[in-house]
Antibody, heavy 116, light 110 residues
Framework: EVQLVESGRGLIQPGGSLRLSCAAS????????MNWVRQAPGTGLEWVSL???????YYAESVKGRFTISRDNSKNTVYLQMNSLRAEDTAVYYC??????????WGQGTPVTVSS | QSVLTQPPSASGTPGQRVIISCSGS????????VYWYQQIPGTAPQLLVY???QRPSGVPDRFSGSKSGTSASLAISGLRSEDEADYYC???????????FGGGTKLTVL
């Protein structure tokens, strides 16, 4: 059974850092595209970052230079390191495994609040 | 403003057919596959349609997707109360080198 479990929720001050984790089971994170997608309160889905099966990272313009996506194949886990956090980064962050076909799974989401 | 444009709301009565549109451009819908997601508030999105018009197993055939040029649409026939949710279209954008989502359409079953 495919499962994605995010962790790293938190209340962070502006300018602070936080690392989110997405532990996968039922498949190998290095074999598929892994995304982070966020949803600010009362708004729609916003794509944040992607790491391809080949290990290439991609970022939304809004987080470029501040966020870093990575993965640990030995732990079958994907990470999102978030630095220089701003109030507008406040959202529920979802981990998404996207195969381009019917293989598309989401974690339960982890809330991040950036506030002083 | 989202790169993909969807109507913010749609509605219908039980049994009716509703169509949700998604408008993009040549760098996203025009060149790449479109995906549709259903999100019940407070839960994670779920894939409804992949590669423009394909349904994952378990998704009722009441849901169907189509694409023409730089636009796509999701049709829901035989509307049921449990279809009340937010619906999002998504595609890869070659110019942005990123995935883009529509702003979402809130479907109300009257």
């Amino acid at each position: 059974e495919v499962q994605l479990v995010e962790s790293g929720r938190g209340l962070i001050q502006p300018g602070g850092s936080l690392r989110l984790s997405c532990a996968a089971s039922g498949f190998t994170v290095s074999s598929i595209y892994m995304n982070w997608v966020r949803q600010a309160p009362g708004t729609g889905l916003e794509w944040v970052s992607l790491i391809t099966s080949g290990g290439s990272p991609y970022y939304a313009e809004s987080v470029k230079g501040r966020f870093t996506i990575s993965r640990d194949n030995s732990k079958n886990t994907v990470y999102l390191q978030m630095n220089s956090l701003r109030a507008e980064d406040t959202a529920v962050y979802y981990c998404n495994a996207h195969g381009g076909d019917a293989f598309d799974f989401w974690g339960q989401g982890t809330p991040v609040t950036v506030s002083s | 403003q989202s790169v993909l444009t969807q109507p913010p709301s749609a509605s219908g009565t039980p049994g009716q057919r509703v169509i949700i549109s998604c408008s993009g451009s040549g760098s996203n819908i025009g060149r790449n596959y479109v995906y549709w997601y259903q999100q019940i508030p407070g839960t994670a999105p779920q894939l409804l349609v992949y590669r423009n018009d394909q349904r994952p197993s378990g998704v009722p055939d009441r849901f169907s997707g189509s694409k023409s040029g730089t636009s796509a649409s999701l049709a829901i026939s035989g509307l049921r109360s449990e279809d009340e949710a937010d619906y999002y279209c998504a595609a890869w954008d070659d110019s942005l080198s990123g995935r883009v989502f529509g702003g979402g359409t809130k479907l109300t079953v009257l």
